[in-house]
């Protein structure tokens, strides 16, 4: 699957989407545009330059919100509003224009987009004491940082306002920009995460990953940029390629059965010393996979007590007498209140506690690719646990009633299969002889 920008970003035609940073920013709030339903609005907060006016399908200048009152009618695919020409730049709409256009596009359900600062054309950029200039009804900010920008000296030819790039970096003038400097400077409080609106959903675009050596620098600085932001997306949008979209990933781990056919809890049979459900936990917290949810029901606690030490989230299903459907959807609905944003979660079984760190990091590296409705491992050319579903799915894994889990949603949706050579992922255990063989596969 290729993903492009509007998938990788999760839009929506109710969005109003505020694009800060540097490193083509402008490139990437045009292609978004170009790839959602039309009609869509482009306003500008910020100078423009005129030979950029031309990406639009049409241009309006908006001197005041007068100049709005018949927008309904003259809209176009991709509708640019700017303020008066100056020269050869685009001036920034007024705050009242903005709050018109908002009102407009709420009202009829189509997205507005906004350009919020400016750059001057440079790869990166730190932000003057006034800067970002967001609204506060903008729901989702993407703030655009340009990879060319590595490896290259801190001064005004590669950052826009390089004295604040380099209060907020560590990095002196003169000195390389390295991927750890960037990093420290998007995390920094007076970088491009202030003055977004509590509720709005955060991005940071990596931008300019035009090589196998910058992908791998934005894939390392993905996992420490997630502290601060909902999702980073690694793109080049000069190839118009989106190579990665990282979310957080969560675990749900279903432990409320009663496993009447075993005659004691599986959950807390013995694992190298330790009980099932804590290696389990164990496993998906080393993998990175946050939040961790735990969904007891029978013996709950008693099967709570080993992990009561470690950062997981409770999820107790009083229903579990009716089948793994209802551990999926308590599940699914503690993780909603915990963690809203969670890109994706991973379902794993308790019985299972051979279950590796490396199948549940592979599970999530596969799904940031693309980003896919399910991601299931195949071992032996079998279908096998556990199973990434992204959040997309999670209102369909919330209809299933009975004694059935997720696989009962996947044909409706398209399913990535992740080859894995490793047999014990077939394994899991039902009765004392498949606990003998589970053993018996790990040399015990």
């Not at 990788?8 to 402008?26: E, N, P, W």
């Not at 340009?146 to 000296?153: A, H, M, R």
């Not at 209060?167 to 995390?187: F, Q, Y």
């Amino acid at each position: 699957m290729i993903l492009t920008l509007a998938q990788a970003l999760r839009t929506s035609q109710t969005d109003c989407i505020a694009f800060i940073g540097s490193g083509g920013k402008t490139t990437a709030l045009f292609q978004l545009a170009k790839q959602m339903t039309p009609p869509v609005v482009i306003a500008v907060a910020a100078h423009l330059g005129i030979w950029q006016t031309s990406l639009a399908s049409k241009h309006i200048v908006a001197r005041s919100s007068n100049d709005l009152i018949d927008l309904k009618n003259a809209l176009s695919d991709v509708t640019l509003i700017t303020g008066e020409i100056e020269g050869d730049r685009a001036a920034s709409v007024s705050d009242e224009t903005l709050k018109t256009l908002h009102q407009f596009c709420a009202q009829r359900s189509i997205p507005l987009l906004l350009e919020a600062d400016g750059s001057r054309q440079r790869p990166l950029k730190g932000w003057a004491a006034h800067e970002p200039p967001i609204p506060n009804f903008t729901n989702h900010v993407v703030a655009v940082a340009g990879l060319s920008g590595l490896g290259k000296p801190l001064n005004a030819e590669f950052v826009h306002r390089p004295e604040a790039f380099e209060r907020i970096s560590g990095v002196k003038s003169g000195e390389i920009v390295d991927a750890h400097a960037l990093t420290r400077a998007l995390l920094h409080a007076q970088s491009g995460v202030k003055n977004i609106p509590p509720s709005a959903r955060k991005t940071i675009l990596l931008n300019q990953a035009d090589t196998p050596e910058l992908q791998a620098n934005a894939k390392t600085m993905a996992k420490k940029l997630r502290s601060a932001y909902h999702a980073t997306v690694i793109a080049s949008m000069k190839q118009n390629e989106i190579y990665a979209a990282y979310e957080s990933t969560a675990g749900i781990i279903l432990a409320a059965g009663e496993a009447a056919r075993y005659g004691q809890p599986k959950q807390l049979l013995d694992w190298n010393g330790e009980p099932f459900i804590r290696v389990v936990v164990k496993r998906a917290l080393e993998a990175g996979l946050s939040p961790v949810v735990v969904v007891t029901g029978a013996n709950a606690e008693q099967v709570e007590a080993p992990i009561g030490d470690l950062n997981v989230t409770l999820a107790r299903n009083n229903e579990w007498q009716s089948g793994q459907s209802a551990s999926v959807k308590a599940g699914i609905r503690t993780l909603h209140t915990t963690d809203p944003n969670a890109g994706a979660a991973i379902f794993l079984l308790v019985d299972q506690p051979q279950i590796t760190v490396s199948i549940l990091q592979a599970l999530a590296e596969k799904h940031a690719e693309g980003l896919y409705s399910a991601v299931v491992p195949l071992a032996m050319g079998r279908r096998a646990n556990p199973v990434l579903f992204d959040r997309r799915t999670f209102a369909d894994l919330l209809t299933l009633e009975g004694d059935t889990g997720g696989r009962a949603i996947l044909h409706k949706r398209r399913v990535e299969f992740l080859p894995w050579h490793d047999e014990r992922l077939l394994l899991d255990v039902d009765t004392p002889e498949h606990y003998q063989r589970l053993l018996a596969s790990e040399g015990r």
